[in-house]
C-alpha cells in the first residue's frame, strides 16, 4: 500500500495559481498511472489529470486544459499540479491517487483501477471572485 499525503492548498483571487503536491511513500511506488482529482460540495467526483508514471504521458481534463499541468519528480516520488488562471469553478477538496496496476491499458478516469488504488486525504482549493 501506498501512502500518500497532498499539501499546497489554500484561498486564492481569481486568475490567481497554486501548486499541489502528493508526497507518495511505503511500498515500493510502482503505480502504472497517478492522477488528481477534485471533488465540491454536493457534487461528484471529478478526473482532473492523469500521468503515466513510465512514459510521462499525460490527460487533463477539458474543464482544466490549457491552466493545469501535471507532472511528477520520480527521484522524489511526488505528483504535482500545477494550476494558473483559476476560476472559482475550480473551488474544490483535491485528491492524490495511485493505482495497484494493471501495467497496462486505460487510465481514463472512470476505470476501475482508481476505485481499488490507494488515494490521500485530500488538500483544499479555495478560489475567490
Known amino acids: 500500500q501506498v501512502r500518500l499525503v497532498e499539501s499546497g492548498g489554500g484561498s486564492v483571487q481569481a486568475g490567481g495559481s497554486l501548486r499541489l503536491s502528493c508526497a507518495a511513500s511505503?511500498?515500493?511506488?510502482?503505480?502504472?498511472?497517478m492522477a488528481w482529482f477534485r471533488q465540491a460540495p454536493g457534487q461528484e467526483r471529478e478526473g482532473v489529470a492523469f500521468?503515466?508514471?513510465?512514459?510521462?504521458?499525460?490527460y487533463s481534463a477539458d474543464s482544466v486544459k490549457g491552466r493545469f499541468t501535471i507532472s511528477q519528480d520520480k527521484r522524489k516520488n511526488i505528483l504535482y499540479l500545477e494550476m494558473n488562471s483559476l476560476k472559482p469553478e475550480d473551488t474544490a477538496m483535491y485528491y492524490c491517487?495511485?493505482?495497484?496496476?494493471?501495467?497496462?491499458?486505460?487510465?481514463?478516469?472512470?476505470?476501475?483501477?482508481?476505485?481499488?488504488?490507494?488515494w490521500g486525504q485530500g488538500t483544499q482549493v479555495t478560489v475567490s471572485s
Open positions: 500521468i503515466l508514471t513510465r512514459s510521462g504521458g499525460t
Open positions: 491517487a495511485a493505482d495497484r496496476g494493471p501495467y497496462f491499458g486505460s487510465c481514463l478516469f472512470g476505470e476501475a483501477r482508481w476505485n481499488l488504488g490507494d
Open positions: 511505503g511500498s515500493p511506488y510502482s503505480s502504472y498511472c
